[in-house]
């Protein structure tokens, strides 16, 4: 199957700084990435939608000054979480469909990188 | 707009006894459904996709149905083993322009199989 690589897996910052994670399509072009958020214990919630070329779409809720997404090419979305605080702390996870023609519609995950922030 | 439920939330079994996990949806004009498996803190290993012209797909122990009219997909494991204990998450799929796919996942049923 197709993979989807994240980086970092984890991240420790201190409160005021930024943190960048980036999510890259390895063996595949992916012109839309999604950009997902969980709680410990809770599920997936969608933060924001990576196209490439274009600004992204945040759901609603989310501070779209707050986590930076840039999706400058076909395998590469990043996120940027600026000036973290405390609650930003979370497990931040991408994934991405594959925009070949034979594309089921299936998504694909990262591992995840979890954000610490003190 | 998608919601997505799973329950029960948690689940115990002892090992051999076949797995039985449900999940619910509201919108029938599902694109596809996806279920996951995630261990504690690692990312998402996708299992089975069914298709929105598709009733069930299977693979290897698993087996996965899809009802639209009723909103309902089950995910079945047969013969459970130790190594399932994880969290099973279900995920429905609408398709939206251009995005292609939009997921909104349930709340996931974690599942403990008893040596």
């Known amino acids: 199957g197709a993979v989807v690589s994240q980086h970092p897996s984890r991240v420790i910052c201190k409160s005021g700084t930024s943190v960048k994670i980036e999510c890259r399509s390895l063996?595949?072009?992916?012109?839309?990435m999604f950009w997902y958020r969980q709680f410990p214990k809770q599920s997936l919630m969608l933060m924001a939608t990576?196209?490439?070329?274009?600004?992204?779409?945040?759901e609603q809720g989310v501070e779209k000054d707050k986590f930076l997404i840039n999706h400058a090419s076909l395998t590469l979305s990043t996120l940027t979480v600026t000036s973290a605080h405390p609650e930003d702390s979370s497990f931040y996870i991408c994934s991405a469909k594959d925009r070949g023609p034979t594309n089921t519609g299936e998504l694909f995950f990262g591992e995840g990188s979890r954000l610490t922030v003190l | 707009k998608q919601e997505v439920t799973q329950i029960p939330a948690a689940l115990s079994v002892p090992e051999g006894e076949n797995l039985v996990l449900n999940c619910s949806f509201t919108?029938?004009?599902?694109?596809?459904l996806q279920w996951f498996r995630q261990d504690p803190g690692k990312g998402l290993t996708s299992l089975l996709l069914i298709q929105s012209s598709q009733r069930e797909q299977t693979s290897g122990r698993l087996n996965a149905s899809l009802d639209k009219s009723s909103g309902r997909s089950t995910l079945y494991i047969a013969a459970s083993q130790p190594g399932d204990s994880a969290t099973y998450l279900c995920a429905g799929g609408l398709r939206i322009k251009a995005a292609g796919n939009k997921l909104t996942f349930g709340g996931g049923t974690r599942v403990l199989v008893k040596p």
């Open positions: 919108d029938s004009a599902i694109y596809n």
């Open positions: 990576s196209n490439e070329g274009s600004k992204a779409t945040y």
């Open positions: 063996d595949f072009q992916a012109t839309t």
